[in-house]
């Protein structure tokens, strides 16, 4: 997906559908913007499902947890056409007060996989998820420890006092001085197990500084955590 050549600050919010989506438009609405900013919508189709939905009589699992008949892929494109157009009317809600610019394309694809192709000249991009938590939780910072991430951090500031609320770092390896309140974890595995057991309204983390750096590792970050993910460095990874 191509990103606007202008603007000083382009977020890619990458989504399985409108629900997924939702969290992080939210999230971005809130946010007080003084630069020239650009946001992408990126629409990307399970091509799993799209394949059961080819056979009839399949059953899948539901967001609720239960055993229900898949949709037809008559029904299923349907489903999509709303999404996409749901999509799109949110993205120029939260464009138009600050005059920003914004697009909008669908792919097929796995979500994480998908949205890390489309990361090429976007400086931030948002893996969606849908909000699972009734109270608004915490901006969480996942960084190395011995890392400097002055972009990030920042960010992650910006849009805890946007958003009213705590921002906590979870910084895995060696103690690092940090100048907001941190939480020190020996390794990546202890950091996602306290991940899990709190109350993320958003994660930021950045991939060319770790400690995430794959996208096995930034799936189970978006399973652990339930929330929005903010991806800095994807487009520069290695």
Do not use: Y
């Not at 382009?10 to 900013?37: C, H, P, Q, W």
């Not at 796995?110 to 608004?136: F, M, N």
């Not at 306290?194 to 309204?201: E, V």
């Not at 399973?223 to 990874?237: D, L, Q, T």
């Amino acid at each position: 997906m191509t990103a606007p050549l202008r603007a000083e600050t382009r977020i890619l919010i990458g989504a399985g559908s409108f629900a997924d989506a939702t969290a992080a438009l939210k999230i971005l609405g809130r946010l007080t913007v003084a630069e020239n900013i650009a946001f992408g919508g990126l629409l990307i189709e399970d091509r799993d499902t799209l394949n059961i939905c080819q056979i009839p009589n399949q059953r899948v699992v539901s967001a609720g947890g239960a055993l229900i008949c898949a949709p037809s892929a008559a029904q299923l494109r349907t489903v999509i056409a709303a999404d996409a157009k749901a999509f799109q009317r949110s993205l120029a809600k939260i464009a138009g007060p600050v005059g920003a610019a914004w697009s909008f394309e669908h792919s097929i694809g796995e979500l994480v996989q998908q949205s890390l192709t489309a990361s090429a000249g976007w400086d931030i991009v948002v893996v969606g998820h849908r909000t699972v938590h009734p109270v608004r939780g915490k901006i969480i910072s996942l960084c190395a420890a011995n890392s400097v991430e002055t972009a990030l951090e920042a960010f992650s500031d910006r849009l805890a006092k946007s958003l009213a609320c705590e921002h906590l770092v979870f910084s895995v390896g060696d103690r690092a001085d940090r100048t907001v309140k941190s939480r020190d974890f020996v390794n990546l595995e202890t950091a996602l197990a306290a991940l899990g057991r709190i109350n993320a309204q958003a994660v930021l983390l950045d991939l060319s500084h770790g400690p995430i750096r794959t996208p096995d590792q930034l799936r189970q970050v978006l399973e652990v955590a339930r929330c929005p993910v903010f991806v800095f460095g994807a487009s520069v990874r290695g």
